[in-house]
């Protein structure tokens, strides 16, 4: 049974920073795709970043602007989302996601495995 439970969320500054963790199970890390999304209040899930291919290079939504990094560790099969420089409007809930193939877009449509979920506050 895939699992996956995020962990790591809550109240921030503005212009602090967050890592969030997301630890799976179910599965081995190495051969899946994995992504980080977000839904912020009133708006649509949108792709953060994702990791989908056998090197393990991220792809990174364009309005990341290297203020939001994707990271895994396979030997402790987790994923992680580290947040810098964070603004009120990165507030919402944050979604990791998995799917069994590589080379996924970094789209929600394209990802079978989701977790339930944290929220990230972003204080003015």
């Known amino acids: 049974q895939v699992q996956l439970v995020e962990s790591g969320g809550g109240l921030v500054q503005s212009g602090g920073s967050l890592t969030v963790s997301c630890k799976i199970s179910?599965?081995?890390?190495?051969?899946?795709?994995v992504g980080w999304f977000r839904r912020a209040p009133g708006n649509d899930r949108e792709a953060i970043a994702c990791i989908s291919s056998s090197d393990g290079s991220p792809e990174n939504a364009d309005w990341v602007n290297g203020r939001f990094t994707i990271s895994k560790d396979a030997s402790k099969n987790t994923a992680f989302l580290t947040m810098n420089n964070m603004k009120p409007e990165d507030t919402g809930d944050y979604f990791c996601?998995?799917?069994?193939?590589?080379?996924?877009?970094?789209?929600?449509?394209?990802?079978?495995?989701w977790g339930q979920g944290i929220r990230v506050t972003v204080s003015a």
């Open positions: 179910g599965f081995r890390l190495d051969y899946y795709s």
């Open positions: 996601a998995a799917d069994d193939l590589l080379l996924r877009p970094c789209e929600a449509k394209f990802y079978d495995y």
